[in-house]
């Protein structure tokens, strides 16, 4: 019977055997839910970048205008960078372009992710998509869902995100065994609601201190994307 796991901070990769697993990273607030979006609304890929000087390389081998930087560290928006949110890169003009993205977890965690079978990016706005591509795709495979977390710390948002998908998986009907902390993290989802878990978390409480409340609503939306951005040769393209 294949597996689900759920670790619970991006660190907790390195102890993994990963060439033989599907892996799914989530950064609910924000990394992998700007991802979804970008693609979502006709970005070409996204490029996951450790830093603000790796992000900067990137870009210099690219023509001006076919790109946009965006990215932050430590919550503060790079000097020059687009502010990394769903909402505020929906302000850019993003269609046909690539987004150079840095993070301080998100992107971090899709790089330590390189060496899987398949690589994917999660959040809540396009759970079910990702779900449904693994069911038809992989159904006998071991499935890791990647929590960001933050600096080596756990975060809610990211572990009730990864019980929404264990929830999906459980509604496909196909047995899959699951972790002790896949079970808790379907528990705590099936329990509570999104936007309330989201800004009760430490990271939701932090953005709605900003005034960023409607970032944190969008990112409680449900399965309303059909893209699943899948790591290739270093870019979140959408799955084909």
Same mark, same amino acid.
């Not at 759920?6 to 924000?30: I, M, N, S, T």
């Not at 398949?118 to 929590?147: G, K, M, Q, W, Y």
């Given at each position: 019977?294949?597996?689900?796991?759920?670790?619970?901070?991006?660190?907790?990769?390195?102890?993994?055997?990963?060439?033989?697993?599907?892996?799914?990273?989530?950064?609910?607030?924000?990394?992998?839910?700007?991802?979804?979006?970008?693609?979502?609304?006709?970005?070409?890929?996204?490029?996951?970048?450790?830093?603000?000087?790796?992000?900067?390389?990137?870009?210099?081998?690219?023509?001006?205008?076919?790109?946009?930087?965006?990215?932050?560290?430590?919550?503060?928006?790079?000097?020059?960078?687009?502010?990394?949110?769903?909402?505020?890169?929906?302000?850019?003009?993003?269609?046909?372009?690539?987004?150079?993205?840095?993070?301080? !977890?998100? /992107? *971090?965690? &899709?790089?330590? +992710?390189?060496? %899987?079978?398949?690589?994917?990016?999660?959040?809540?706005?396009? =759970?079910?998509?990702?779900?449904?591509?693994?069911?038809?795709?992989?159904? !006998?495979? /071991? *499935?890791? &869902?990647?929590? +960001?977390?933050? %600096?080596?710390?756990?975060?809610?948002?990211?572990?009730?995100? =990864?019980?929404?998908?264990?929830?999906?998986?459980?509604?496909?009907?196909?047995?899959?065994?699951?972790?002790?902390?896949?079970?808790?993290?379907?528990?705590?989802?099936?329990?509570?609601?999104?936007?309330?878990?989201?800004?009760?978390?430490?990271?939701?409480?932090?953005?709605?201190?900003?005034?960023?409340?409607?970032?944190?609503?969008?990112?409680?939306?449900?399965?309303?994307?059909?893209?699943?951005?899948?790591?290739?040769?270093?870019?979140?393209?959408?799955?084909?």
């Amino acid at each position: 019977m294949s597996k689900i796991h759920v670790l619970l901070k991006k660190e907790e990769l390195d102890a993994q055997r990963l060439p033989d697993k599907v892996v799914v990273v989530l950064d609910v607030l924000f990394a992998t839910t700007s991802i979804v979006t970008a693609l979502a609304h006709g970005a070409v890929e996204v490029v996951p970048t450790l830093d603000r000087d790796a992000a900067l390389r990137d870009a210099a081998h690219r023509p001006a205008g076919s790109y946009v930087l965006a990215g932050e560290l430590n919550a503060v928006t790079l000097t020059g960078f687009a502010h990394p949110t769903p909402l505020a890169l929906l302000e850019q003009d993003l269609a046909g372009k690539t987004v150079i993205y840095s993070t301080t !977890n998100g /992107t *971090v965690a &899709l790089s330590k +992710s390189r060496d %899987a079978v398949h690589a994917f990016a999660a959040s809540l706005l396009n =759970a079910e998509a990702v779900v449904d591509r693994i069911e038809r795709t992989f159904p !006998n495979e /071991t *499935v890791l &869902l990647v929590c +960001s977390g933050s %600096a080596d710390n756990f975060n809610l948002e990211d572990f009730y995100g =990864a019980g929404y998908l264990v929830s999906l998986f459980a509604r496909h009907g196909v047995p899959r065994e699951l972790s002790d902390a896949a079970m808790a993290a379907q528990m705590l989802h099936d329990g509570a609601d999104a936007f309330e878990c989201l800004a009760s978390s430490r990271v939701g409480r932090m953005m709605l201190s900003r005034g960023l409340e409607r970032e944190v609503r969008f990112a409680a939306r449900k399965s309303c994307f059909e893209v699943v951005p899948e790591l290739r040769e270093g870019c979140m393209r959408r799955a084909t």
